[in-house]
Every structure is written in C-alpha cells, then in structure tokens.
C-alpha cells in the first residue's frame, strides 16, 4: 500500500531517510500511482506536498499522474525540503533553479536527483 501521508510529512519534516524509504513502494509498483486515490488530507502544505511527490513518482516512472494532483494548490511561498540547503548556498542555489518540475511547480525547492535512487 502506497503511504503518500507518510511520505508528505517526512518531506516536510526533512526525514529523507525515511521518505526515500517509503519512496521504494511506489516505484516498485509504478502502475498504482496512477491510479492512487486522493488521500484524505485536509492541511494544505500536506496536501501540496503529497501531490508533488505523487507527481514526481509518475514523471519518473513514465505515467501520468492521477487527476486529483491537477485540483492541489501550490504553495504561496517557495519551501526548500533539504535541510543542509539552508547552510550550503550553492545548494540552495541549486534547489532554486534546478528543482524537478513536479517539485517546483508547487512550490517546493529541492535538488534536481531528489529521490532518484542508485
């Protein structure tokens, strides 16, 4: 089971170990993102981070994302989801520029190979 939840709150709570984990689920089984039901999230920044990482996955995986992600808001503020970027300024400088469209799109700042895993 896909716990997009769980993945929004450990990318607002900079827990990359724990989202990359919870990140291996869905790629292994790409076709459900597809079809992944809109979670029941009533916090906006949860809600905006869980479609981004939705549609991140998908953009990876070469599927569309599913129609729920389109009625998601983005952020009013730009948000960076490294913690080291706010002591590195090149890689926030990285973050601001390079971030994957998904990411940036709503408004959240992170490295071009976020979640990409080797």
Same mark, same amino acid.
């Given at each position: 089971?896909?716990?997009?939840?769980?993945?929004?709150?450990? =990318? =607002?709570?900079?827990?990359?170990?724990? =989202?990359?984990?919870?990140?291996?689920?869905?790629?292994? !089984?790409?076709?459900?993102?597809?079809?992944?039901?809109?979670?029941?999230?009533?916090?906006?920044?949860?809600?905006?981070?869980?479609?981004? =990482? #939705?549609?991140?996955?998908?953009?990876?995986?070469?599927?569309?994302?599913?129609?729920?992600? !389109?009625? #998601?808001?983005?952020?009013?503020?730009?948000?960076? #989801?490294?913690?080291?970027?706010?002591?590195?300024?090149?890689?926030?400088?990285?973050?601001?520029?390079?971030?994957?469209?998904?990411?940036?799109?709503?408004?959240?700042?992170?490295?071009? !190979?976020?979640?990409?895993?080797?």
């Amino acid at each position: 089971m896909i716990q997009i939840r769980e993945m929004a709150k450990a =990318l =607002l709570g900079f827990e990359a170990l724990r =989202l990359r984990q919870l990140a291996q689920e869905p790629l292994a !089984d790409a076709g459900a993102l597809g079809t992944l039901e809109s979670p029941l999230i009533s916090d906006a920044l949860e809600a905006a981070a869980a479609a981004s =990482l #939705v549609e991140l996955l998908c953009l990876r995986a070469g599927i569309a994302p599913p129609a729920w992600t !389109d009625q #998601v808001p983005a952020l009013p503020e730009p948000r960076i #989801v490294v913690a080291a970027a706010a002591t590195f300024p090149r890689l926030r400088a990285l973050c601001e520029k390079e971030s994957p469209p998904p990411m940036m799109r709503r408004g959240f700042l992170a490295p071009p !190979d976020f979640l990409t895993f080797a």
